[in-house]
């Protein structure tokens, strides 16, 4: 059984013609599949025709991240919606977007909606223009929860210094919680558990694996190896023993091993749950 990365962002290594190269790498690791994440308009189209040149190996999602959220973002969040309608599977009726566009393969459909969320992390320093900023993320993460519910699809979260908010706003948004990731998980057990009570999920990169990351790794025990999601979200967070160079997929292996280590089994035991997880979560089982 290999691993997939559920999180991850190949745009960069695509721009620099390295992504051969990586996606190389990261068979020799014992990857079986990735998630391209989708970030704004620039990778959207970008991540599905890696997806098609990469069938079975690369899928994608489609978002609008926080750190991407200007005063245009009305404009960004509408081509998301027609975005997805173009995008719906072959034999699919049209969806409630109401586009109609050509259908795709499954494979080359988006498998979430995503990421996007809040991050107060990243504000501009001058308070009235971060309050300003913050405002336009509330209001396009609402939009997209609005659109993640009309989809019924999965909804991968980006939350930083804004937890509690953004937990919040998708309880008002009525979104089922059990198609809910919040990605690169950096809280601890207490916030691990407000997850768990309303059925989320949270999945964990390598900030797993480093010393000072003990809240962590009790979130993730509290979570539970049945629960179990893990990702690199490349470039960023590389895990040890490579922490301070440029994250890659195939680094994914070392957070697998380290996890594998801290649940107590194997490492082929843990590929298996993180496989089977994140195939349920994302529907990849359909491809």
């Known amino acids: 059984m290999g691993l997939i990365d559920t999180h991850t962002h190949l745009d960069s290594f695509a721009r620099r013609g390295e992504l051969p190269a990586i996606l190389q790498r990261s068979v020799a690791a014992g990857l079986e599949g990735m998630v391209a994440i989708g970030t704004d308009t620039d990778d959207w189209t ?20 926080p750190c991407n959220v200007g005063a245009d973002w009305t404009e960004h969040v509408a081509q998301l919606e027609t975005f997805w309608g173009r995008a719906r599977p072959l034999g699919s009726p049209n969806d409630s977007t109401g586009a109609a566009g050509p259908a795709v ?33 509330k209001a396009a993460f609402t939009e997209q929860l609005v659109l993640a ?11 930083r210094n804004a937890f509690a908010e953004c937990v919040a706003m998708i309880d008002a948004a009525g979104i089922d919680w059990g198609k809910v990731v919040f990605h690169c998980f950096k809280e601890g057990p207490l916030e691990m558990a407000e997850l768990m009570k309303r059925g989320g999920y949270g999945s964990f990169t390598g900030v797993v694996t480093y010393k000072n990351a003990e809240p962590v790794r009790a979130a993730a025990l509290a ?14 967070l590389t895990p040890m023993p490579h922490r301070g160079k440029p994250n890659e997929p195939a680094f994914l292996r070392h957070t697998a091993e380290y996890c594998a280590g801290l649940f107590g089994v194997s490492y082929e035991r843990l590929a298996e749950v993180t496989t089977a997880n994140a195939k349920r979560f994302f529907g990849l089982a359909r491809e």
Request: aromatic residues 8%; glycine residues 8%; proline residues 9%.
């Open 46 to 65: 970008l991540n599905l025709d890696l997806a098609r040149e990469n069938q079975g190996i690369v899928c994608y999602t489609v978002g609008l991240h």
């Open 105 to 137: 393969p499954p494979y080359l459909h988006p498998v979430a909606l995503g990421e996007t969320g809040l991050d107060r992390f990243h504000l501009p320093k001058d308070p009235a223009e971060a309050e300003k900023v913050f405002g336009w993320q």
């Open 149 to 159: 519910k009309r989809l019924g699809c999965p909804l991968v979260v980006h939350s």
């Open 223 to 236: 979570q539970g190896l049945d629960r179990l999601m893990i990702e690199t979200d490349a470039p960023y």
